[in-house]
């Protein structure tokens, strides 16, 4: 069962910071993206106290990057990981029960062409239905739906813009779509809720202890300016593609070994393509797939895999790489006449993948690794976004051991973002909220579909003026009023906070919101007088 929403705010970091300086906490967890978020929500859960610093913004790094899917990867079938595949899709079952406004159920279609070379996952029918039926095996009972052979009819209707050339028909399987950052939020709130100290714009600098054991992490405060030593009984590295540079600032030789792999998306307007369900594509020049994906009224194309040595903390799209996937999408979709000017926002994340011996970043297995040095401290490294609350069990039920605490994990029973809303309630829960609060039913759906049971919270600040009731950009459903709720409810700090994490207004409209941006800032200029 939820817990009552509660406070997470500049007022509540400061407390935490507070709480840092004067405490001794169960473990410390320097990460604020995903995999730290489910480490912080599954400790605090059992009853452990709980402290956790991010440098940046929560889900600010990796987490906020990925493809936005819930799944259990076609391509590791392939790879014939079937273990990694069945623990991704128990899962994907998981958050869909506790937060299925963060797991919403799309169909995938796997277009098969007469050429091998056009079929993303090859042009035999047999071996691709042997394949997804195994994919339906391994998800069990809680199968969203059965994969099923459609005609070339029906694909294109679905798909009006496929390439009709050739094409026999398309398989149609079914995996999740999320929003991953505000997944990270609603999981960090839930640990907040449940006692957990968290702070953003807090930066580990330093990490020591007594005997040669980590107990201790330097922390600045980047907001404040303030230095401070948050002290723990156990010290969890949970910083993705940065866990070699955070394990050694123990002074110890760091035995962590990442390959990052970079990864792009590049964002379109819908009706370029106008496909009601994802679609695999071939990327031309690589043994790979595409996935072209509808995501939050626009088109989501990715991702690429490819070796990355450069500044892990901002990495870049470069031009031959937007380049590279918008020529596989226009030989896709021929009459969507797909060109450059068609890009609405382009991004990159990095994946920490575990480094292997040589072979394509693809080959490379998506498994975590748990490793704890000599000095005590855990890093988690690799693993994907599905997983996460698989690898939080993992990591705390080592924590427990070592405090000598008997408990199991929770967090499948734990329901997100103030109480889960099943998605076929949604239209009469926005129905009923437009009629209510006498907003547009278009912004009453987006407000449910991205607040899931906080939905209400939002418009009871919406309800104080019309003011807060107006959109933030002309064609996006956002209000103003969830800028007061995410400087109040969500820690947010800075105008990027809200335009890129909190709601995704950065990646959906064409000026990236900077027509709203100084109304943002107003507005959160009068939440946080303290750094506006």
């Not at 796997?110 to 029918?125: A, H, M």
């Not at 990095?350 to 490379?364: F, I, Q």
Request: glycine share 10%.
């Amino acid at each position: 069962m939820p817990l009552e929403q509660s406070e997470l705010s500049l007022g509540s970091r400061a407390r935490s910071l507070d709480l840092f300086e004067r405490e001794t906490f169960d473990l410390a967890i320097i990460g604020g993206g995903i995999t730290g978020a489910g480490i912080a929500l599954d400790a605090a859960a059992r009853g452990l106290s709980v402290a956790l610093v991010e440098k940046r913004d929560f889900a600010s790094g990796t987490s906020s990057r990925s493809s936005k899917l819930i799944h259990g990867g076609l391509r590791y079938l392939e790879q014939m990981d079937f273990r990694l595949v069945r623990e991704a899709l128990v899962e994907r079952a998981t958050l869909n029960r506790v937060a299925p406004h963060l797991s919403s159920p799309l169909g995938f279609l796997v277009p098969v062409y007469g050429s091998g070379k056009r079929s993303p996952l090859g042009s035999s029918r047999l071996k691709l239905k042997l394949g997804l039926s195994l994919y339906d095996l391994l998800a069990g009972r809680r199968n969203i739906a059965p994969h099923r052979w459609i005609a070339r009819d029906e694909a294109l209707h679905i798909a009006p813009a496929l390439d009709s050339e050739g094409l026999r028909g398309c398989f149609l399987y079914y995996d999740c779509l999320t929003d991953d950052a505000r997944l990270v939020i609603e999981v960090i709130k839930a640990a907040a809720a449940r006692g957990a100290a968290v702070a953003n714009y807090a930066a580990a600098r330093g990490l020591s202890g007594e005997s040669g054991r980590v107990s201790a992490i330097a922390v600045e405060d980047l907001i404040g300016g303030r230095s401070l030593s948050l002290r723990a009984r156990v010290v969890i590295n949970a910083t993705g593609a940065w866990a070699g540079e955070v394990a050694g600032l123990s002074g110890e030789d760091s035995t962590i070994r990442l390959r990052p792999s970079k990864g792009i998306h590049v964002v379109l307007p819908s009706e370029k393509i106008g496909s009601r369900a994802a679609v695999l594509i071939p990327s031309l020049g690589e043994q790979r797939f595409l996935f072209v994906i509808p995501w939050l009224g626009r088109t989501m194309i990715g991702t690429t895999d490819t070796d990355y040595a450069g500044d892990i903390d901002d990495p870049r799209v470069e031009d031959r790489e937007i380049e590279q996937v918008l020529k596989s999408a226009a030989r896709a979709f021929p009459d969507a006449r797909i060109s450059t000017d068609d890009v609405i926002s382009v991004f990159a994340g990095l994946r920490p993948l575990v480094a292997g011996n040589g072979g394509a970043t693809s080959e490379l297995s998506r498994k975590e690794e748990i490793i704890e040095s000599d000095s005590g401290l855990i890093s988690i490294i690799g693993g994907k976004l599905t997983t996460y609350r698989k690898m939080a069990e993992q990591t705390v039920d080592i924590v427990a051991r070592r405090l000598g605490r008997s408990s199991r994990s929770a967090t499948g029973e734990i329901e997100l973002a103030g109480g889960a809303i099943p998605e076929r309630e949604w239209k009469e829960a926005a129905r009923r909220a437009a009629t209510e609060f006498r907003i547009e039913s278009g912004i009453a759906e987006h407000l449910v579909r991205s607040y899931g049971g906080n939905y209400r919270a939002v418009l009871e600040i919406a309800s104080a003026s019309e003011e807060l009731k107006a959109r933030l950009v002309e064609d996006l459903p956002h209000i103003e009023a969830e800028v007061v709720y995410a400087a109040r409810s969500e820690m947010a700090a800075t105008v990027e906070d809200f335009l890129a994490r909190r709601t995704r207004i950065a990646l959906l409209a064409r000026d990236h919101g900077r027509s709203c941006a100084a109304r943002v800032a107003a507005l959160m200029g009068c939440e946080l007088p303290q750094i506006y």
